[in-house]
């Protein structure tokens, strides 16, 4: 009765390994399966006619300067995605984006294509119809600042802030 107890527990424990060593193996699978489906579905950082929920726009129009773009930012490129595979990187004082292949930013590409992406959305929007006059001037006077190549102090000002978050 001993040695059939023995061997019964001998059989259980080399079960509950294999039984761990299954999952182990199975999350391994899991983790491959979702960097390898990430990776294909990373959004390439290029202008582009972007495609947006219309509220999270007008909301995102209306926030501070820098506040709303980087919320805008967040639900375009950031939302649905773990953070390796943000298409934008920081490493040792660098940018980085991805766009079929990781780039080196030359310290104008990522903030005039995102902005300008940004800017398209808001001027889809921007109208009497759904802003009432003051408003209306206010944001026009936003898209223009954003769009502004004489203005890099709030352009620099939005990837500093873009920095913090990835």
Do not use: A
């Not at 761990?20 to 990373?42: A, D, F, G, Q, V």
Request: glycine share 0%.
């Amino acid at each position: 009765m001993d040695i059939q107890l023995e061997l019964l527990n001998k059989r259980i424990n080399t079960i509950e390994d294999d039984n761990k060593m299954l999952l182990n193996k199975i999350k391994n699978i899991e983790k491959n399966i979702l960097i390898n489906n990430s990776i294909n579905n990373k959004k390439n950082i290029k202008r582009d006619n972007l495609e947006c929920d219309l509220k999270i726009v007008k909301k995102c129009i209306l926030l501070p300067i820098i506040d709303g773009e980087i919320e805008l930012f967040k639900h375009l490129y950031l939302d649905n995605c773990i953070k390796e595979d943000y298409p934008i990187k920081y490493i040792n004082k660098k940018l980085y984006y991805w766009n079929n292949e990781w780039i080196e930013d030359d310290d104008n590409y990522l903030k005039n294509t995102i902005l300008k992406n940004i800017t398209n959305l808001y001027l889809k929007i921007n109208n009497l119809t759904n802003f009432n006059e003051e408003n209306f001037i206010n944001n026009q006077k936003k898209i223009f600042d954003l769009r502004d190549n004489n203005n890099n102090n709030i352009k620099n000002k939005w990837l500093n802030n873009l920095k913090k978050i990835i």
